[in-house]
C-alpha cells in the first residue's frame, strides 16, 4: 500500500541541531508543504523553506497551518510553537532527531539520584561563573550565589547602556505591564526558551526532567537557558531598550535572531547539553542509531528475538 504525500525522512538525512536555523517568526500568513519544504504564503507570494533546516519555528498571529506542513515539521524534528502578539509560550514539538535514548536515560538517572542531580547544578553553575570553587556548596548556597550575581550583571547593563533600572519585574500573560526593559528581556527570554527547547526535543531528553528547577512542564529548559541568559538575553534586552525602538518585542526577536546566528548558540547548546549528561560530546552516528534493546539487569538483549526458550 502506497501512503499519499512525500516520503518521511531518515534519521540520517535530517540535519544535525547545531546546523539548522535557530528559529523562523512567520505571522499573518498561510503554512502549508510542498514536497520536503514548508511554505509560507500572503498576498505578496510564497516562500519555500526547506523543513529539515529549521529548529523552531514560531507561529504569530493570523497564521494558518495545514496538517501536511505540520506532519512535515513532526518528521524533521522541528519544535512549532503557536505565540501570541508578544509570544512567550511553547504549545508543541515534534519527533526528536535522535533515536538514540541515551541522553534521556542519563538525564532521569541524575536527576533522580540526589548526588548526581547536586553534581550537574554544581556543574552548570560552574559554566555560568567560571573560577569559583563550587565543590561542598548546598543547593542553597548555589541559588544563594546565582541570585548576587545575576543581580550584579542587571545593574551592569544598566549603568552601560543608560537604563533605568529597579528590579525584575513582570505579570505572566500580560506583557503589556512591564516597564519597557522588563516587555524586553521578557521577550528575549521567550526567545531563548524555545531555542534551547527545540535542542532538548531534538536531542530526544525530557524538558521536564529539571536539575535546578522543578515542577513544571518545561523545567529542563530553564535549566539549560540560564546558561545563557546572561550572555545573550540580558544584553540583548537592555542594548534594545537603550536603542528606542518602540517595537520591543520585534527589535528583541531580531536582535536575538543575530546573537544566535553569531555565537552559535545551537551549536554550544549541544555540547553543553551533552556534556552536562554524559560527560562527553556524542557522535553523530551513535545519536542517529536507530537500535531497539530489551532490557536486562545483566546486560540488555536484542530485540525481535523471541526468548521463549530461555
Known amino acids: 500500500m502506497t501512503l499519499p504525500g512525500g516520503r518521511p525522512p531518515t534519521s540520517q538525512e535530517l540535519v544535525r541541531a547545531q546546523d539548522r536555523l535557530s528559529f523562523i517568526y512567520l505571522q499573518h500568513c498561510t503554512i502549508s508543504r510542498d514536497s520536503s519544504a514548508i511554505t509560507a504564503t500572503d498576498e505578496r507570494g510564497t516562500v519555500h523553506i526547506p523543513a529539515a533546516f529549521v529548529s523552531c ?25 503557536w505565540v501570541g502578539e508578544n509570544g512567550v509560550r511553547f ?38 561563573f567560571p573560577g569559583e570553587d563550587t565543590a561542598g556548596l548546598t543547593m542553597q548556597q548555589l541559588r544563594g ?56 526535543v531534538a536531542l530526544g531528553c525530557a524538558p521536564g526532567l529539571g536539575f535546578v528547577h522543578t515542577g513544571n512542564s518545561r523545567s529542563f529548559v530553564y535549566d539549560i537557558a540560564d546558561l545563557y541568559k546572561t550572555d545573550l538575553s ?22 536575538m535572531r543575530d546573537l544566535f546566528a553569531g555565537q552559535k548558540v ?12 554524559v560527560g562527553e560530546e556524542l557522535e553523530e552516528a551513535e545519536t542517529l542509531a536507530d537500535v531497539v534493546a530489551l532490557w536486562d539487569p545483566i546486560g540488555n538483549r536484542a530485540a525481535g528475538v523471541n526468548y521463549g526458550w530461555d
Open 91 to 128: 504549545y508543541a514539538g515534534g519527533e526528536p532527531i535522535a533515536r538514540s535514548s541515551r541522553l534521556l536515560i542519563a538525564q532521569a538517572e541524575k536527576a533522580s539520584h540526589e548526588r548526581k542531580r547536586l553534581a550537574v547544578a554544581r556543574a552548570m553553575y560552574d559554566m555560568r
Open 145 to 200: 550565589r546565582e541570585g548576587a550575581r545575576v543581580r550584579r550583571r542587571y545593574r551592569e547593563e544598566a549603568e552601560q547602556h543608560g537604563v533605568t533600572w529597579k528590579k525584575r519585574d513582570y505579570t505572566p500573560g500580560d506583557f503589556e505591564s512591564g516597564s519597557p526593559i522588563n516587555q524586553a528581556l521578557t521577550a528575549a527570554h521567550s526567545a531563548l526558551y524555545g531555542i534551547v527547547h527545540s535542542v532538548i
Open 266 to 277: 545551537l551549536e554550544t547548546c549541544v555540547k553543553d547539553l551533552q556534556n552536562l549528561l
Open 57 to 81: 519555528l514560531l507561529l504569530g498571529p493570523g497564521t494558518r497551518a495545514t496538517h501536511q506542513a505540520m506532519s512535515l515539521l513532526g518528521e524533521s524534528g522541528a519544535s512549532i510553537v
Open 234 to 255: 540580558v544584553p540583548a534586552a537592555f542594548s534594545v531598550v537603550a536603542s528606542g525602538n518602540p517595537d520591543i518585542s520585534t527589535a528583541v526577536r531580531r536582535e
